[in-house]
Structures are given as C-alpha cells and as structure tokens.
C-alpha cells in the first residue's frame, strides 16, 4: 500500500528554515546549511546521506508543495522540473498544469484531504505520495491525519529562530521509529505514526 | 576535563512538557510520557534506556535545577534527595542550603555563567555538571555558551503545544553527534557543542 509521507531536514531545534526568508534566500540566513547532507552547500554526502537521499523518491509516485516552495523552487528546478513525477501545489489560485520535462505541476486550491486523496490515485496503489514543504503545508496535512511516516533528518545544528517544522501537531500523536541512520551533516529519522 | 551537560527528554516537535503545568501535574497533559523510557508511566525500559538512565549520573559531580523544578520535584525526591550529589537551584530567592541524604540543595542567585563556574568547582575537574531542567534554565544556560554537550532523549509523539525546549538557542550553534541509541520509547542523541 502506498504511503504519504513528509520528508523535511530540521535543525535540532527544530526549524526548517532560519530568518529573513526570501526568494533570493528561501531557506533565509541558514542558507543551505540544513542542506549539506545533500550534497549542497560544499556537503559531502556520505553513505547514509545518499541512501537518504534515495529513499525520498525511489518509491514515491506523486509530490504535493506548498505554493510558496513552488514559487521560489521553480526557476531553480531547471528543464526537467526537478521531481519526475506529477507535483501538486496547493495555491489559493489555481491554473493550468505546467508541464517540465518528465514533471507536470497541478495547481489546486481543494481541500488538503482532497488533495492527499488525488495525489495518492495518481501515485497508484503502491507508489508513495511525498509531502516536500513547505512548514504549512506539512502542519496542515498532519493535522489530516492521513500522513503515514515521517522522514526527518536533524541537522546537528541551532538556528535559534526562523521557521518551524512541528507547530501546533495533533496533540497526542505517538509514533513508531523504523529506521535510524547518522552522517556528520544528518541523524536521518524514519517514523510510522500510529 | 568535567564537561557541562544538558540533559532533558523532548518530544519529537520538542516539547519537555505539555500544557496545564501546576504542581501536581510538573508535565502538564503530557503526564509522564516523557519519561516513560526511564520506566515510569508502565513502560519497561530497554538496554539502550538504562544506559542512557545510568550515564546520566555516573561521571556527574554537581547539578543545577531550575527553581520551579526544584518546588515541585522536593517533595517526590524522597528522604535521599534523589540526586545524591551537590545540586544548585537557581532562584531570586537565595536560601540557607538544605540537606536530603547525600543530596545538599544550594540556593543561588547568581548569574548563570557564576552558577555554572561554582558547579564545576565543586564537581571537581574530572567530574560533570548536569544541568537537569527545566527549559528555560536550558536556555540561559547555552546562552553561556558554557555547555559542552547536548544529550537528549527523543520521545516518538507529537505533543503540540507545551514548554518548548529550544526557544531562541544561540544562532548558528554548530553540533557533532557523538552516539546515538534507540528503544521503543526514546531515541538517545548525544551532542558536543562546538
């Protein structure tokens, strides 16, 4: 059975991004340091980063975004639109599907169950529905509890403020570790939540 | 060299307790889930839990407790005081130091940065300084920048809103995890602060 799935890198203290997001910056002054596990920002990646890394999309079937990931990603994805796989961006204004290479982008404004819903028809019954970003996004579709696992890799550093990965989560929510993985750049956490 | 440590058990979205704090409920709602994997609320620790249980304490030499901390544990402590070891409570009410078994309670008002460097003092210089909680003695604490090591034990739930652990940790604190160990109900991280 596929599965929907959040994928994020948190800092320890749990933010996603820092301070003074932008869409020169969209991860603001932490810049790509939660990124380096891939790869990014002179990382590199290590055994479990690429196995990570790997696991992100080798059984996944269809991506939701958020719109404000989407706007500052999409001149960054290049040709082929980065994902290879069909994308919806949930945006208060929908439009045509935007078609990159072997990516084609949905713009919606259902109801994330909805959402979820039609992701996971695309993704067929047993590819995985992936939940990129952003923080809102992810609060929202937990919040559904229709979310399956949580894929987290803590990067080993503070940020002390900027935005938050868990705001507001539905109290009470226990969970199950299935996997764990360390790099230097990244403590890669796999959860089923119960 | 004595290190100076943080230990605390957090939530997966980093919460050390939940909401509705008084005296006879210290975690508010989220009861004793939190320390479950110390054995208490019905759970069995594992391997990896008594381990972490028993580094807590075996290279400690002093501990700092934060006021609220100390008022409402006093008086589940027991006739030993529980920690067995000199411990310093940060309060703006100084006091005549009081005595439990091997346990002597000292009351202080000085600066963090004082607190710390008497602790050390006292634990000698092979020997630890725990600092025990709770969130905000935390944080003044790695505003020091004193603290050498992180350990936390990441309970698998999701509790939404509470005390949150890390709030405005100095920015830009880079770690480097030292070990990591599951169980059931805790994934144990250790941390140096570089």
Same mark, same amino acid.
């Given at each position: 059975m596929g599965r929907v799935i959040i994928d994020m890198s948190p800092s320890l203290d749990g933010f996603i991004a820092g301070t003074g997001v932008s869409a020169e910056q969209p991860f $603001? @002054?932490? $810049?790509?340091?939660?990124h380096r596990w891939l790869g990014l920002d002179d990382g590199r990646p290590e055994e479990s980063d690429l196995q990570a890394?790997?696991?992100?999309f080798e &059984? &996944? $079937?269809?991506?939701?975004?958020?719109?404000?990931?989407?706007d500052v990603g999409i001149d960054k994805w290049g040709e082929d639109?980065?994902?290879?796989?069909?994308?919806?961006?949930?945006?208060?204004?929908?439009?045509e599907p935007l078609a990159r290479g072997r990516t084609t982008f949905h713009f919606t404004n259902e109801s994330i169950s909805a959402?979820?819903?039609?992701?996971?028809?695309?993704?067929?019954k047993d590819r995985d529905v992936l939940i990129a970003g952003g923080a809102d996004l992810a609060r929202q579709c937990l919040a559904t509890r229709l979310v399956d696992e949580l894929r987290l890799h803590v990067v080993p550093v503070l940020l002390g403020e900027g935005t938050r990965l868990f @705001?507001?989560?539905?109290p009470g929510?226990?969970?199950e570790l299935l996997d764990v993985s360390t790099s230097r750049n990244a403590t890669h956490l796999v959860y089923a939540i119960r």
């Amino acid at each position: 059975m596929g599965r929907v799935i959040i994928d994020m890198s948190p800092s320890l203290d749990g933010f996603i991004a820092g301070t003074g997001v932008s869409a020169e910056q969209p991860f $603001g @002054d932490a $810049g790509l340091r939660l990124h380096r596990w891939l790869g990014l920002d002179d990382g590199r990646p290590e055994e479990s980063d690429l196995q990570a890394a790997a696991r992100m999309f080798e &059984t &996944t $079937g269809a991506v939701i975004l958020g719109r404000y990931m989407y706007d500052v990603g999409i001149d960054k994805w290049g040709e082929d639109g980065a994902f290879g796989r069909p994308c919806f961006v949930v945006t208060h204004h929908p439009r045509e599907p935007l078609a990159r290479g072997r990516t084609t982008f949905h713009f919606t404004n259902e109801s994330i169950s909805a959402v979820i819903a039609r992701a996971k028809q695309v993704a067929g019954k047993d590819r995985d529905v992936l939940i990129a970003g952003g923080a809102d996004l992810a609060r929202q579709c937990l919040a559904t509890r229709l979310v399956d696992e949580l894929r987290l890799h803590v990067v080993p550093v503070l940020l002390g403020e900027g935005t938050r990965l868990f @705001d507001r989560a539905p109290p009470g929510t226990e969970l199950e570790l299935l996997d764990v993985s360390t790099s230097r750049n990244a403590t890669h956490l796999v959860y089923a939540i119960r």
